[in-house]
């Protein structure tokens, strides 16, 4: 074979794959729940609000 040539055989074996029951495809679906997803810290929101002030007062520090 020369330069640009290639075997049809092959690129009709690559267009044929990837239908139904092809068990190299992903249903992306598969694991979708419904449902609700709760946390508690045990922390009250004073102590998360002051949390995140500090956080963010730290950042102002690091970019100066």
Known sequence: MGFGSYDESEQERQE?????GDESTVDAHENDHEGEMT?????STDDLVSRLQEMKDDDEDDEE
Do not use: H, I, M, Y
């Not at 044929?16 to 139904?20: A, D, K, N, T, V």
């Not at 946390?39 to 922390?43: C, H, I, K, R, T």
């Open 16 to 20: 044929s794959g990837g239908g139904p």
């Open 39 to 43: 946390f508690d810290s045990g922390a």
